[in-house]
């Protein structure tokens, strides 16, 4: 049992590139959030998801989209890096209410 | 929505002593809480939670936290440190008929020997 599954693990930007970070699960869980650490703030939350093709933003949600095609995925789009978007980005899933988080292993993403 | 605030962002202690780690959470709905713990270079792993019933809840490893309703507040205990608990901790709170988990800024916890 994997668990949440995030790559790439390290990832280095040039500012107006796009990228996407990867995040799976197979869990079977419902609920799918991104999130972003940064020093001294914490995990912000970015966007997060309810269940397959259903999604909403968060506390930080510009300049990131997101789609969920399927239960397992939930993919994290930068469409234009920014030196701000440096951080580390963590993805979650849970069961249904009530229940915790379990979170990925996170990506480092530095945006030069 | 949901907030939290941890009062103290670096807490220094001595192995083999006591520790409190404070969070307050501020909602205007029922809440689910949790403390998080996040070793060096590596993701957030549950440490335990409230959901319901009783207000005292542990750990496998030693860590107990009281729900007070009242004083809106989730702090974090342990009778006696030791070094590897050397972390940081994260305060989360999450409304009943939220779908989103809102955490605190994060609790430097450094057992010295």
């Known amino acids: 049992n994997a668990g949440v599954t995030q790559t790439p693990k390290f990832q280095v930007l040039k500012t107006g590139q796009s990228m996407t970070l990867q995040c799976a699960q197979d869990?079977?869980?419902?609920?799918m959030s991104w999130y972003r650490q940064d020093p001294g703030m914490g995990l912000r939350l970015i966007h997060y998801?309810?269940?397959?093709?259903?999604?909403d933003q968060g506390e930080v949600p510009n300049g990131y989209n997101v789609s969920r095609s399927t239960t397992e995925d939930f993919p994290l789009r930068l469409l234009s890096a920014a030196p701000s978007q440096t951080s580390v980005y963590f993805c979650?899933?849970?069961?249904?209410?009530?229940?915790?988080?379990?979170f990925g292993s996170g990506t480092r993403l530095t945006v030069v | 929505a949901q907030s939290v605030t941890q009062l103290d962002s670096q807490v220094p202690v001595f192995e083999e002593a006591p520790v409190e780690l404070r969070c307050n959470y501020s909602?205007?709905?029922?809440?689910?809480l949790f403390w998080y713990v996040q070793y060096p270079n590596q993701g957030l792993q549950l440490l335990l939670k409230y959901l319901s019933g009783s207000t005292l809840v542990e750990s496998i490893n030693g860590f107990e936290a009281e729900f007070n309703k009242s004083q809106t507040s989730f702090h974090l205990r342990k009778p006696s440190v030791h070094i590897s608990d050397t972390a940081e901790y994260f305060c989360?709170?999450?409304?009943?008929?939220?779908?989103?988990?809102?955490f605190g800024a994060g609790t430097r916890l450094t057992v010295k020997p």
């Open positions: 989360a709170v999450r409304g009943y008929n939220n779908n989103d988990m809102r």
């Open positions: 909602s205007s709905v029922s809440v689910y």
């Open positions: 869990m079977n869980h419902e609920y």
């Open positions: 998801s309810v269940g397959a093709g259903i999604t």
């Open positions: 979650a899933s849970r069961p249904g209410r009530p229940a915790s988080y379990t």
